[in-house]
């Protein structure tokens, strides 16, 4: 019964935090990440963290996390993503295509204190580049 409770509040923790990173309020992210977050092993901070969610929206303004599926295991939980938007800005070295594309992204996050202190995260940056370069007719 305690794994459901916790399973529960993560699920609730995480859809607000979803909602305000596809609200794309990323000043608000300290209510959610650590001040000294660690990202892929390596130190990056809450302003390193919230400055690369900035960068993808720079490049798609629309951006979009869809949680498709979350396992949660005590302190640690796991996210499946399903993500979209439209290419208005340079991104991953290349200039705006207009295209719209989406790809999936899967996290692994540790939170302590009610915060998320770690994250491991495999965003497909090349099926992004794959889709923006073959619609662009560029691949």
């Known amino acids: 019964m305690e794994h ?6 993560i699920e609730a923790f995480y859809r607000v935090y979803l909602q305000t990173c596809n609200e794309h309020r ?21 302003g390193g ?3 690369a969610l900035r960068s ?9 996390w869809e949680l498709r599926h979350l396992v949660v295991d005590d ?5 499946h993503l399903a993500t979209t938007g439209t290419h208005r800005g340079p991104l991953l070295g290349l200039p705006a295509t207009g295209r719209t594309a ?8 540790r939170t302590a204190a009610g915060r998320i202190v770690e994250v491991w995260g495999t965003p497909d940056d090349l099926a992004l580049r794959t889709q923006l370069l073959l619609a662009d007719g560029i691949g």
């Open 56 to 64: 993808v929206v720079r490049g798609f303004p629309d951006y979009h």
């Open 75 to 79: 302190e640690w939980f796991a996210a």
């Open 49 to 51: 963290y919230m400055a």
């Open 26 to 46: 990323f000043e608000d992210l300290g209510e959610f990440v650590a001040a000294d977050v660690v990202v892929n092993g390596e130190p990056r901070g809450l």
């Open 102 to 109: 989406g790809t999936h992204e899967f996290a692994v996050y």
């Open 4 to 9: 459901t409770a916790r399973r529960r509040e």
